[in-house]
């Protein structure tokens, strides 16, 4: 039973076929999103080869095709591939038909204490790991997004964040519930949504904040190059 794998299938089946949407045009923006797919790869993927050679997290053999790839089920290398398209799909989606964010307004207030917030969590909490590095990798990469592309985003970055916490809790419910994926939770918090760690509400804002930051630098470098072409 291949259920990891179509999951990464539903995952992506949606936002990839409405990606030629007349009015989005997702997929004129592939130019930006492939690399920002890349550098989100290269940063997650190193860092869940470690939690798993750490026991943090381990995969269930009964449900994956049995392709190893540095230790990582395929599935799970996808999962860095396929949930980041969808993330960024639904981002612009939203920016597309609904313009500016309500949440504009507060949204700079917000993350800066969302901030603090984090690194005490992550000072309380040292030996659990997942719930450590999450929170202080999370607010390095707010310091990031706020270096590289400013205030202007918040909004409509945390409009998407709540957008995409609903397919993102519905696959992670999957893995977890199974379970395909399974925590230790000598290095969490031991609190679950579900059967879903807490700790995944903080990594899904990474795991949309990374690639978002890095579509919308592209995005820009290209709209440059192609102004001063002009």
């Given at each position: 039973?291949?259920i990891?794998?179509?999951?990464?299938?539903?995952?992506?089946?949606?936002?990839?076929?409405?990606?030629?949407?007349?009015?989005?045009?997702?997929?004129?923006?592939?130019?930006?999103?492939?690399?920002?797919?890349?550098?989100?790869?290269l940063?997650?993927?190193?860092?869940?080869?470690?939690?798993?050679q750490?026991?943090?997290?381990?995969?269930?053999p009964?449900?994956?095709?049995?392709?190893?790839?540095?230790?990582?089920?395929?599935?799970?290398?996808?999962?860095?591939?396929?949930?980041?398209?969808?993330?960024?799909?639904?981002?612009?989606?939203?920016?597309?038909?609904?313009?500016?964010?309500?949440?504009?307004?507060?949204?700079?207030?917000?993350?800066?204490?969302?901030?603090?917030?984090?690194?005490?969590?992550?000072?309380f909490?040292?030996?659990?790991?997942?719930?450590?590095?999450?929170?202080?990798?999370?607010?390095?990469?707010?310091?990031?997004?706020?270096?590289?592309?400013?205030?202007?985003?918040?909004?409509?970055?945390?409009r998407?964040?709540?957008?995409?916490?609903?397919?993102?809790?519905?696959v992670?419910?999957?893995?977890?519930?199974?379970?395909?994926v399974?925590?230790?939770?000598?290095?969490?918090l031991?609190?679950?949504?579900?059967?879903?760690?807490?700790?995944?509400?903080?990594?899904?804002?990474?795991?949309?904040?990374?690639?978002?930051?890095?579509?919308?630098?592209?995005?820009?470098?290209?709209?440059?190059?192609?102004?001063?072409?002009?």
């Open positions: 039973m291949y990891y794998l179509w999951l990464n299938v539903f995952t992506i089946f949606f936002p990839f076929v409405l990606s030629f949407d007349k009015r989005v045009a997702f997929y004129k923006t592939w130019p930006a999103l492939f690399p920002a797919l890349v550098v989100n790869a940063i997650f993927i190193p860092w869940d080869i470690y939690f798993t750490r026991g943090i997290w381990g995969f269930n009964e449900y994956l095709v049995g392709i190893y790839i540095f230790g990582l089920p395929l599935e799970e290398i996808l999962f860095f591939i396929t949930v980041p398209y969808a993330c960024v799909f639904i981002y612009q989606c939203l920016n597309v038909y609904f313009g500016e964010s309500i949440f504009q307004r507060h949204a700079r207030t917000f993350t800066f204490l969302l901030i603090p917030l984090l690194l005490l969590l992550a000072v909490n040292l030996p659990r790991l997942y719930t450590s590095a999450t929170a202080v990798f999370l607010v390095l990469m707010w310091f990031v997004h706020l270096k590289v592309i400013g205030n202007e985003l918040l909004g409509k970055f945390y998407a964040y709540l957008v995409h916490l609903i397919p993102f809790l519905l992670n419910g999957i893995l977890t519930a199974i379970p395909i399974w925590y230790n939770n000598d290095f969490n031991g609190h679950r949504i579900y059967t879903i760690p807490v700790e995944d509400a903080w990594y899904s804002m990474l795991l949309l904040l990374l690639p978002v930051t890095a579509f919308e630098f592209f995005l820009s470098r290209r709209k440059q190059i192609a102004t001063q072409v002009v």
